[in-house]
């Protein structure tokens, strides 16, 4: 089935480093959505790219899909402690399986 | 605008009962999955609803079912709890399938 995947699984900087996940998907997809999840918390959407190459920035972060809309990446800028959480992927199901799926998200901590 | 209403946020059970959990979509929101999540595991799809039909389901055993009413409330049901039950339980709603998905603040199951 189709698979999202998502590098690194963990990730430690210091606070004021720049951090940057990224997204594979097995197949291309209409679109992807990025959600992040704190500690103790649920998972938020942040934001849904569509076009292939697009490129969306909120303050901090930068959400970039591929050219063939297979990956896509997420960059934040000059981390800070509020950015600690998880963050995912997901991409709709292509075979019509499950509504979203989801890759397994990576775990940012922020060391002040 | 209202968000997504899950009840209860924390239940404790013993093993072999059976619990009912309940989710209360956005307004105007058609699509209703359930999710459960593990440490380490990421968001295991569990089950759509859409216009009271299942849509899809993912790839758990018959103890857990679900259902959604006219309302587009929506319940999950697992019976004959098992220890490795225990996780959150995340109710997600949207407009469709593929579209953004909004998350309750889920339900933490722990089966003693």
């Known amino acids: 089935g189709q698979q999202v995947m998502q590098i690194p699984q963990y990730q430690h900087v210091q ?3 720049d951090f940057t996940t990224y997204c594979n998907s097995s197949t291309t997809l209409s679109n992807i959505q990025w959600y992040k999840q704190r500690p103790g918390g649920h998972p938020v959407f942040l934001i849904q790219l569509v076009k292939s190459g697009e490129v969306k920035k909120q303050k ?4 970039q899909f591929g050219e063939a809309k297979k990956n896509s990446s997420l960059h934040i800028t000059a981390t800070q402690t509020t950015d600690v959480g998880t963050y995912f992927c997901a991409g709709p199901d292509q075979s019509g399986n499950t509504p979203l799926v989801f890759g397994k998200g990576t775990r940012l901590s922020v060391i002040a | 605008k209202a968000g997504v209403t899950q009840t209860p946020r924390y239940l404790i059970k013993t093993r072999g009962q059976q619990v009912t959990l309940s989710c209360s979509p956005i307004s105007g929101h058609r699509s209703v999955s359930w999710y459960q999540q593990t440490p ?4 295991q799809f569990l089950f759509e609803y859409f216009s009271e039909t ?3 389901k993912g790839n758990f055993p018959g103890r857990f079912s679900g259902r959604q ?7 999950m049901n697992v019976s004959t709890l098992e220890l490795g039950d225990s996780a959150l339980y995340l109710c ?16 933490r199951l722990t089966v003693v």
């Open chain 1, 15 to 17: 606070e004021g480093e």
């Open chain 1, 60 to 63: 901090r972060l930068t959400f």
């Open chain 2, 40 to 43: 380490g595991q990421g968001l």
């Open chain 2, 54 to 56: 299942q849509r899809n």
């Open chain 2, 69 to 75: 009413f006219s309302n587009s409330r929506s319940e």
């Open chain 2, 92 to 107: 997600a709603s949207s407009i469709w399938s593929e579209t953004e998905a909004f998350f309750g603040q889920g339900t």
